[in-house]
């Protein structure tokens, strides 16, 4: 497993980098009572080391707490593994019954030879309304995000004594967003939300820990407005496409800019997102399925 981070006596990560399809970030609160977990990883095996880890920072007879900031199988796919050690998996309605319906693999989309046992588990909890967990010294609170984002069912948690917020994949560092499940608008706006915690120290999605001086939100923030900036305009889509390269030249899965761009332009013309063509025009710029590294 990718090492452990910590953040803050109570607060802990582990990052999988550089962060790039199914290469998530996961990490805990820990308090004299018990344990949250946010997020799971998306194989068995990487799910199995992640809930050992967890097991090593919860107090004797403490509880096991999860939290999917939504229900991509990245961060989703472990969560059979959480009620199976004894612990309750929190998610957003939405999420829940996608969870539920899943595994989601994809075949003709990814490959990867090592799911192992992805099964979800029988139930989630809702979070119909902010949360405030009290872990025994250390609160987390556990918060919807305001209309549809990264996707229709996404949560952030906020650790305000450590100024720490795990922001699911409201945030990418260094690595494309993906916004074939939300809106590219909600998305945008959902950025003023969260900047308005005034986190010291953000925990994005996918890549490195961002300081908040290093302004992450506003970088993603400007990304998705120029998405609908360029989606309202007449140029074609893959032309887009590759202008978006030049202008985030460091940002990993660059075929997702391709995907971002058919969301917005649904947005922006009120037309349908059509999802099959637009993860075929991303396959086709990188020659074929994903092959998964995780
Ligand atoms: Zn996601």
């Known amino acids: ?49 992640l809930l050992d880890a967890v097991a090593g920072a919860t107090p004797d007879g403490g509880s096991l707490r999860a939290v999917l900031t939504h229900a991509h199988g990245d961060h989703a796919h472990g969560a059979r593994q959480v009620v199976e050690r ?15 319906a899943g595994p989601h693999l994809y075949p003709g989309v990814f490959e990867c030879s090592n799911w192992g046992d992805v099964t979800p588990p029988e139930s989630t909890t809702p979070v119909v309304e902010p949360l405030r967990l009290d872990l025994g010294g250390i609160e987390a609170h556990v918060l919807p995000v305001p209309g549809t984002a990264h996707t229709d069912g996404d949560l952030v948690v ?31 706006e959902a950025l003023d939300w969260l900047a308005g915690f005034g986190a010291a120290t953000l925990v994005p999605g996918h890549g490195q820990v961002s300081a908040a001086e290093e302004d992450l939100i506003g970088r993603v923030a400007e990304y998705l407005r120029w998405l609908l900036d360029v989606a309202a305009g007449p140029e074609e889509l893959p032309s887009l496409a590759a202008q978006a390269r030049d202008r985030y030249p460091g940002w990993l899965d660059a075929e997702r800019h391709v995907v971002n761009l058919a969301v917005a332009r649904s947005e922006v013309r009120g037309t349908p997102f059509d999802l099959v063509a637009a993860m075929g025009a991303a396959l086709a710029e990188v020659g074929g399925p994903i092959r998964l590294d995780v």
């Open 86 to 100: 004894g612990g309750e998996v929190l998610a957003a309605p939405s999420a829940g019954a996608v969870v539920a």
């Open 158 to 188: 906020w650790v305000p004594d450590d100024g720490v917020l795990f922001t699911g994949d409201l945030l990418f560092n260094g690595v494309c967003p993906l916004a074939f499940s939300g809106s590219v608008t909600g998305w945008a």
């Open 1 to 49: 497993m990718s090492a452990v981070q910590t953040l803050s006596p109570s607060t802990s990560v582990v990052l999988q980098l550089p962060g790039g399809w199914f290469r998530n970030n996961a990490g805990w609160v820990s308090g004299r009572d018990g344990v949250l977990l946010v997020d799971t990883f998306a194989t068995e095996e990487r799910s199995r080391e």
